[in-house]
């Protein structure tokens, strides 16, 4: 069973910051895109960035700038990094494997003073 596995997520203060982890079980999934989403009560999920094979990097236009995606293919992990956290970033963050069409269990992030 292919798993990928979030962790990171918590509570925070408005202007804080959070780093976001996604275990993959194989490297090699991280030769392909992964991405990451996030899901808002009652809204429907949203790609938030996306992180190709070649490299390539691609941030919804709300996080550009606070949000920064990297991986480490060595131990087959992909990151978020969030700064300045708003309250509006408040959702449930998951990972996604374009490779194996895979999401995680998702991790909450909650902004709130």
């Known amino acids: 069973q292919v798993q990928f596995v979030e962790s990171g997520g918590g509570l925070v203060q408005p202007g804080g910051s959070l780093r976001l982890t996604c275990e993959a079980p194989?490297?090699?999934?991280?030769?392909?895109?992964m991405a990451w989403y996030r899901q808002a009560p009652g809204k429907q999920r949203e790609l938030v960035a996306s992180?190709?094979?070649?490299?390539?990097?691609d941030y919804l236009d709300s996080v550009k700038g606070r949000f920064t995606i990297s991986r480490d293919v060595a131990r087959a992990t992909v990151f978020l990094q969030m700064t300045n956290l708003k309250p509006e970033d408040t959702a449930i963050y998951y990972c996604?494997?374009?490779?194996?069409?895979?999401w995680g269990q998702g991790t909450q992030v909650t902004v709130s003073s």
């Open positions: 996604y494997s374009e490779h194996a069409d895979k």
């Open positions: 992180l190709t094979g070649a490299g390539a990097t």
């Open positions: 194989e490297s090699v999934f991280l030769i392909y895109t």
